[in-house]
């Protein structure tokens, strides 16, 4: 039988499959070296902040300070006075404020750490003895004879962490008042130049992107202004209660003890169960163990107050941070920068949540602006030719 050409009984003829077609990218000289460029210039810039960490910290301290200090500022301005004036009253008030509140505790705070130390040998007697609340401690574990034996071993100062010397110790103290100085003055410059440099920044911008920088600067400073505030208020509560509560026990270092648990406080989450710790301590070594225990009390109840009550009020409506994320923050700014990274951890990443806020609901409504096949060069449906 013969098949003729075209029959449908004809193979069909089997098709060859074309090589893979190869792409050349040309990468122009220029875009190296402007990637390059942009390398370097990223890796000075984080070696420069690595150097400057240190006054980049006074910087940062300066700017939550003076956040906290200027609704007070705007509070005048809005009663006619001009921004120099009221930036220059609230600043000497505060002065005034830290001054008399030093002037007040400082005298009965040296007093009670100087009789502290004074008893210290009486409470080191009763321990190498097997005396008061902690003689057990000698009398089961030989406390003092494994201390004696680590200061013969070490010498007092490696036993107590302290062997630097002494010119790192004195170059600390003269940087401390360094610091302390010039964020004071840092402070007072950015209450005057604050609002009238942001101004300045915002007003080389377009119109459309500096509405998104204002929004997303006013919920940054409404953030580190509201934990400031809120949270000296906190500690503030917290030394007051806890002074009157060691006062009630019968403590000789109430007023000391009570300033103590206001400085740690300022520390989120951690802070009031390490003065927790030490303030029942001094209590059992200073009195009993019955004024312990309800001085560990008192504790216990303050903090689930301080914890459901007061700090709600303060990162829920400020920061809007849940207790996980403030946990999370406070133990990554400890871990970065040490006490000052766990104070600032919270005011940095509500920031962080202001920005990343901004940038969903910016895309947000570059999604609602541009419908689905809308080419945003030429504003027309894509493959409209016509």
Not at 50 to 72: E, F, G, S
Not at 154 to 173: A, N, T
Not at 231 to 240: C, D, E, R, T
Request: charged fraction near 15%; aromatic fraction near 6%.
């Amino acid at each position: 039988m013969t098949i003729l050409p075209g029959s449908p009984t004809e193979a069909p003829p089997q098709e060859v499959p074309l090589p893979p077609e190869s792409r050349v990218i040309t990468i122009r000289p220029a875009t190296v070296l402007a990637i390059l460029g942009i390398a370097v210039l990223v890796g000075v810039t984080l070696i420069l902040l690595y150097l400057a960490w240190q006054v980049l910290t006074w910087i940062l301290v300066a700017v939550i300070l003076a956040c906290a200090l200027n609704p007070a500022v705007e509070f005048l301005e809005r009663r006619g006075m001009g921004r120099v004036s009221a930036a220059s009253i609230v600043f000497v008030l505060a002065l005034l404020v830290m001054t008399g509140v030093g002037f007040l505790v400082i005298p009965p705070l040296v007093a009670q750490v100087s009789d502290f130390v004074v008893a210290v040998p009486d409470f080191i007697d009763d321990l190498t003895r097997g005396r008061g609340p902690l003689g057990w401690l000698q009398d089961d574990y030989h406390i003092v004879d494994r201390v004696r034996e680590a200061i013969d071993a070490q010498g007092p100062g490696g036993v107590l962490g302290l062997s630097l010397p002494v010119l790192d110790l004195v170059r600390s103290v003269v940087t401390a008042v360094v610091a302390v100085i010039t964020i004071i003055f840092l402070t007072f410059f950015m209450l005057l130049e604050g609002p009238r440099t942001i101004k300045g920044a915002l007003g080389l911008l377009s119109p459309q992107t500096r509405v998104r920088y204002e929004r997303v600067g006013y919920e940054i400073y409404k953030t580190i202004s509201g934990y400031v505030t809120g949270n000296l208020l906190i500690s503030l509560v917290a030394g007051v209660i806890s002074t009157a509560v060691l006062f009630g026990v019968g403590s000789d270092f109430a007023i000391a003890l009570g300033l103590l648990v206001a400085i740690l406080d300022l520390i989120p989450l951690a802070g009031a169960t390490l003065a927790a710790i030490i303030v029942s301590t001094v209590v059992l070594i200073e009195t009993n163990w019955v004024r312990s225990l309800i001085v560990i009390g008192f504790f216990v109840a303050y903090q689930q107050f301080e914890n459901h009550v007061l700090q709600p009020l303060v990162y829920g409506r400020t920061v809007q941070l849940s207790p996980l994320a403030v946990l999370l923050a406070v133990l990554i700014g400890a871990q970065l920068a040490g006490v000052i990274g766990a104070l600032m951890a919270i005011p940095v990443a509500g920031t962080l949540l202001a920005i990343g806020r901004e940038i969903l609901h910016y895309r947000r409504e570059a999604a609602i602006e541009t419908p689905p096949g809308v080419d945003l060069n030429i504003d027309r449906p894509v493959g409209d030719e016509g």
